[in-house]
């Protein structure tokens, strides 16, 4: 349930609206959009009667029901505006949003060496990117695949991280992790596999940093939502959610179905930032650019990208990685269609 201030209410009677609804054993939340401020209310609302509640102070336009079982991740939870997500980075902060430019996540799908980590950190920042990518604990098919450098490659993302500017993004795969990945990380990663996880989830949603929430290869978009739920409701209220592909019936010419779709549907479910993984989402490094491409068109807020100076002699996922060189062109291609629908920043548009 929401409650919709009017405008101009003094912050007095909010505060004692939210001591009102704690007494009642509701946990209100207080959500200060553009022109007004709406009133969550996140518990046993089920007896509550709208019109009544609305008679308990003149300063209330409006009580209404939040219909979807992802109370906070709805978009009517905030009334219909979409959120901001501020990311800190080494050169400031970073907005994921709606009405934002297009953020640029790359990278390789593991961190190999520091040389390699570094090379491409320093290739994609120049091409525009905002975010490096890169695994240091890697969640694989087969147990006899490479996993990663696992702690020691979490200090060659902090090199990359102080030598380009980037902001790292990288997967935490166990809750014991989460205190020292942080330490690196500006954005936690929640990769496909864990996002039913809901005890990492919990966990993950317990501190501060920023986290990117895959969809899982079999998910329904409201399963998903209802993980973004799980970290929200521990208090961590900067979610992204990440489109990967989703697993269906052809496996023969792209490894996943890039679900594109998602960008229309979840901007009426959601106020949360959306990303597109085109990589996952194709699995063959040629159909990336047409993938991203279309992203931008259909209203993505960020693409993550994998990058690798040499993808025939990557550890993990070269088929589906661009050169820094094809980055780079890719980013210019990009750069006309993010113009075109008012979503690119500028100095990024002289790439």
């Not at 166990?174 to 496909?192: C, H, M, S, T």
């Not at 959306?274 to 996952?280: G, K, R, V």
């Amino acid at each position: 349930m929401i409650i919709v201030m009017k405008v101009g209410t003094p912050q007095e009677e909010i505060d004692r609206l939210n001591q009102e609804m704690s007494s009642r054993g509701l946990t209100p939340e207080t959500i200060f959009g553009r022109y007004k401020v709406v009133i969550g209310l996140v518990g046993d609302t089920a007896e509550l009667d709208p019109l009544q509640l609305q008679e308990i102070s003149p300063w209330i336009e409006q009580v209404l029901r939040v219909e979807e079982p992802f109370k906070r991740a709805s978009r009517q939870f905030r009334h219909g505006e979409p959120s901001d997500i501020s990311v800190t980075t080494p050169e400031g902060p970073v907005l994921f949003g709606e009405h934002q430019p297009v953020v640029t996540i790359a990278g390789p799908c593991s961190v190999e060496s520091e040389e390699m980590i570094v090379e491409t950190a320093l290739r994609v920042k120049a091409a525009g990117a905002k975010f490096l990518r890169g695994g240091a604990y890697k969640p694989r098919t087969s147990p006899y695949a490479f996993q990663g450098h696992g702690e020691s490659a979490l200090g060659l993302l902090a090199s990359a991280r102080e030598q380009s500017g980037l902001g790292i993004i990288t997967e935490v795969m166990d809750a014991d992790d989460i205190e020292k990945i942080a330490e690196v990380a500006d954005v936690l990663q929640v990769g496909a596999r864990n996002m039913q996880n809901f005890a990492l989830l919990k966990k993950i949603g317990a501190q501060d940093k920023p986290v990117l929430l895959k969809r899982g290869i079999s998910a329904t978009i409201e399963e998903w939502l209802m993980a973004a739920e799980y970290i929200l409701a521990a208090g961590n209220p900067n979610v992204i959610l990440c489109e990967r592909g989703i697993r269906t019936f052809d496996r023969r010419y792209t490894r996943n179905t890039l679900d594109l779709s998602v960008l229309p549907v979840l901007r009426t479910l959601t106020h949360l930032p959306i990303t597109i993984d085109p990589s996952h989402g194709t699995g063959w490094a040629p159909l990336v650019p047409a993938m991203a491409k279309a992203a931008i068109a259909g209203g993505t807020d960020a693409l993550m990208i994998e990058v690798h100076p040499n993808p025939q002699k990557a550890l993990s996922d070269g088929a589906q990685s661009l050169t820094p060189k094809e980055f780079e062109t890719l980013m210019g291609e990009l750069a006309v269609i993010g113009n075109a629908v008012g979503r690119w920043e500028k100095e990024a548009a002289l790439v």
